[in-house]
């Protein structure tokens, strides 16, 4: 979808510290990033970095620019453009229509989104979605996917769903906003306080004793023996994180019912995550009897692991007799949940999201 499309539109990776502009065609990145401090404790110091950047790749083009179309955190009013109370970015307190801004100084459409949903769409257009009907394809499989949630592991905890090529926004532009479902480890939470940068450090100081400030991708190097420190507490802290994340996504599918990606930089900890995932995945619930039933109604198999990705791909249909003809019908009694970290990148996954959410929306418009 859109790979070969000429349109160009210019993006925007927005941290608390630094703004990373770029542009992309035909999902293909075609300038040289401009990175630039984003200031965000003052708004026209900020407003004037925005439009620096985006001014700086707007020069490398060959082309001029069809859209503008980025995420940026929330809460935000995504579908106005209207940016709201942000801790980590303090100019944008009291809402500031940074979209409608942008239109009047670049004379474009502007489009808005959150992180977590632009990753999703990334995926679930080029990058995970696409991967597992391949695998499936090859395979001599006829199933194909259609769903996918995505789940990005950073600052806080992020999502998006997608459906048959659709992103899910919401009817108030709220759609798959997962960090409020409550922490399986401490239901007073959100789940974000459960996996997540500071759930990390947070859970490891508690685990250790150890007083120093550590980077989750420390407290990883621990738990593999690659930096001195308690590991046992390390493995400990990622398996907390993982039972989390399994808990969330198994809630997340009882819905959407579809794959799962994970991205952010903690998924990069992915070995140490998934195991408790999984077992949280495939897990149980008790019933008022005393007995139990399974957590969810298809089983999760791990795509980052090659034996559970065979298993996920062995055959299991089985012929069945139709009562009172002599017909039989093909039936596959086990249903599957793919789960896996990021095809693309996290990055990546975001900026093609937010060109093909720009472009998508264009197309509506012109009713394409």
């Known amino acids: 979808m859109y790979a070969r499309d000429p349109r160009v539109v210019m993006t925007l990776d927005a941290g608390g510290t630094n703004f990373v502009f770029s542009a992309t065609r035909a999902n293909t990145e075609i300038v040289r990033p401009v990175t630039l401090p984003s200031r965000a404790n003052d708004l026209p110091s900020c407003l004037e970095t925005i439009v620096n950047g985006f001014e700086a790749v707007r020069g490398q083009l060959d082309a001029a620019p069809t859209a503008i179309s980025f995420a940026f955190p929330g809460p935000a009013d995504y579908e106005r453009g209207i940016i709201g109370d942000l801790n980590n970015l303090p100019a944008f307190r009291g809402g500031v229509p940074l979209g409608p801004f942008l239109e009047a100084r670049f004379r474009v459409p502007v489009f808005i989104n959150n992180d977590g949903d632009l ?3 990334g995926e679930a257009l080029a990058g995970a979605l696409p991967w597992v009907n391949k695998l499936l394809a090859e395979a001599g499989k006829e199933k194909r996917y259609r769903n996918l949630i995505g789940v990005t592991l950073g600052t806080g905890f992020g999502g998006g769903v ?6 899910c926004t919401g009817d108030n532009g709220a759609g798959a906003e997962v960090w409020v479902i409550r922490c399986k480890r401490d239901p007073r939470y959100g789940v974000e306080e459960g996996v997540s940068i500071r759930a990390i450090k947070r859970e490891y100081a508690a685990l250790s004793g150890d007083s120093r400030d550590l980077t989750p991708k420390d407290i990883r190097d621990i738990a593999t ?8 507490a390390a493995r400990e802290t990622f398996a907390r994180a993982g039972e989390v994340l399994g808990d969330t996504l198994a809630t997340i599918n009882a819905v959407v019912d579809g794959v799962a990606v994970i991205g952010g930089g903690i998924a990069k900890a992915g070995e140490l995550l998934m195991p408790a995932a999984m077992k949280a995945l495939n897990g149980s619930l008790e019933t008022p009897a005393g007995g139990r039933t399974d957590r969810m109604e298809m089983k999760a198999f791990n795509l980052d692991d090659p034996e559970d990705t065979a298993r996920f791909l062995a055959p299991s249909v089985v012929s069945v007799p139709v009562p009172g003809t ?8 086990v249903k599957r949940m793919g789960v896996m970290t990021s095809r693309l990148g996290t990055s990546k996954a975001v900026a093609l999201g937010a060109y093909a959410f720009a472009l998508n929306k264009l197309d509506k418009l012109d009713g394409r």
């Open 225 to 232: 023996g690659a930096l001195a420190g308690n590991r046992p």
């Open 162 to 167: 997608v459906r048959d090529n659709q992103l």
């Open 119 to 121: 990753f999703a769409y």
């Open 326 to 333: 002599s017909r039989r019908v093909d039936y596959d009694p």
